[in-house]
């Protein structure tokens, strides 16, 4: 991942001004800061999330694997997001669709990306339920994310990132609600 000299807006509100980093094969890289001082966009960013909050990049560019996001179609970063580059959002409860069983929602991430039944993304849910820690994965699978504690939600958005193997993982305060 390399972002060089990235300045986002939203509106006339000039966010972020020049932000530069790089995410090499391997390496792990933590930004840290006080709420609001542009972490969150940053992610969003890298993501090609910001048209979804009325932002955008305005100068600079964010590239993966030597690819433009700005140059993609909608088409490709949707593939390219979930499939080869996983994201925690920061806020469990809002991200999952309450109607919908938490196994449902990580197999269906699975199902976007890869060719599989209904019944193979639901063993790779359990799995990946399993991989991040949740007990009796195969029971929490069937319920819903209001039946989960808030640390559970968040295991929960971070197997649903991790289920297709990505090249690259960003995690918007991943640790948020988890317990020791």
């Excluded at 009325?54 to 179609?73: E, I, K, L, P």
């Excluded at 409860?93 to 449902?104: I, K, Q, R, S």
């Excluded at 990306?113 to 790779?124: C, D, K, T, V, Y």
């Amino acid at each position: 991942l390399d972002l060089h000299a990235v300045s986002v807006s939203i509106g006339q509100a000039a966010l972020l001004d020049g932000i530069s980093l790089q995410v090499q094969r391997g390496q792990i890289l933590g930004l840290v800061g006080e709420s609001g001082s542009g972490k969150s966009l940053t992610a969003m960013a890298a993501m090609g999330l910001l048209p979804l909050i009325g932002g955008r990049v305005t100068q600079g560019a964010v590239r993966f694997d030597g690819q433009d996001m700005a140059a993609m179609t909608d088409a490709q970063r949707r593939k390219l997001r979930g499939g080869r580059i996983g994201f925690v959002t920061q806020n469990p409860m809002t991200a999952l669709d309450p109607v919908f069983t938490v196994g449902e929602q990580i197999g269906e991430a699975y199902r976007t990306h890869f060719p599989a039944s209904r019944a193979e993304a639901r063993e790779r849910a359990i799995a990946a339920l399993d991989q991040v820690g949740i007990p009796l994965p195969q029971r929490r699978c069937d319920e819903y994310p209001h039946q989960l504690s808030g640390g559970m939600r968040q295991r929960v958005m971070i197997a649903m990132a991790l289920i297709c193997e990505p090249k690259l993982l960003i995690a918007d305060e991943p640790t948020t609600a988890l317990d020791v």
